[in-house]
C-alpha cells in the first residue's frame, strides 16, 4: 500500500495518521509474523485470529483504555483497515471474546512472540555495556492547573506559596466588604505635635 500525504478535498479520511504510517512500516518489515504462531482454539469468522490480535495492538496505540471504546474510536477507520489489508476492522465484541478464548499456553506463545518482535528493536540489548551509563534525571516540579491530569497539590523548596497560589480558584476572595464605620485619616504633622502643650508632672 503506498501512502500520500497531503491535502484532500474531504473533511478527513482518517484520525490517526501516525498510526497509518507505523503500522505500513510494521506490515512492509512483517513485525508482527510472530503473531501468527499463537494458535488460539476458537473457529474463524470473518478474522484470522493473529489479525485481531493486530487490533488489540491497534486499539492500545490508539489510545483505548478499554475494549468498549473500540467501536466509537477505530469502528470507522478504514484507512487504518486498508493498512492491515483488512475489509473493516473488528467489533470490541469480538476481540473481546478472542481474549477470553486465550489459554495458559496461549499466554506462553504470546509472550514470546513479542519478545520476538521488541528483541531486535531493542536499544538496551544492542548497547554495549562495557562502558558507563549515564542517566539524567529532572526532578524540578513544574506549576500546573487543577485539571491537569495527575496533578496534586504540593509546594517548591525555598518558595514561599500560598496554599492556592497554583489554582485561583481556590484563594480566597479580595472583594472588600463596606463597613458602617467611618475611617478619618491621619494627618498630624510634626509640626502641629511641638505645638501641642502638655500638663506639667505632678510631683508626688
Known sequence: MDIKIGFTEKL???????????????????????????????????FEPHSKLKQVLLSILAGCETLSEVNPHLRQEQVLADVLGLPRLADQSSLSRTLDALTLKNIDELRASMGQ??????????RDWRSYLWLDY???????????????????????????????????????????????????????????????????
Open 138 to 204: 529532572d526532578l524540578s516540579g513544574l506549576p500546573c492547573g487543577p485539571k491537569a491530569e495527575a496533578s496534586q497539590k504540593g509546594y517548591f523548596a525555598g518558595k514561599k506559596t500560598s496554599a492556592a497560589g497554583n489554582w485561583p480558584e481556590l484563594a480566597p476572595s479580595r472583594r472588600a466588604r463596606p463597613s458602617g464605620q467611618r475611617c478619618i485619616l491621619a494627618t498630624t504633622t510634626r509640626f502641629t505635635v511641638c505645638n501641642q502643650r502638655s500638663k506639667p508632672p505632678k510631683l508626688l
Open 117 to 126: 518482535i521488541w528483541r531486535p528493536l531493542s536499544q538496551v540489548l544492542a
Open 12 to 46: 478527513t479520511n482518517t484520525s490517526h495518521a501516525p498510526l497509518v504510517a507505523l503500522f505500513a512500516h510494521y506490515q512492509h518489515k512483517k513485525l508482527l509474523e510472530p503473531l501468527q504462531r499463537v494458535q488460539i482454539p476458537m473457529r474463524k469468522r470473518d
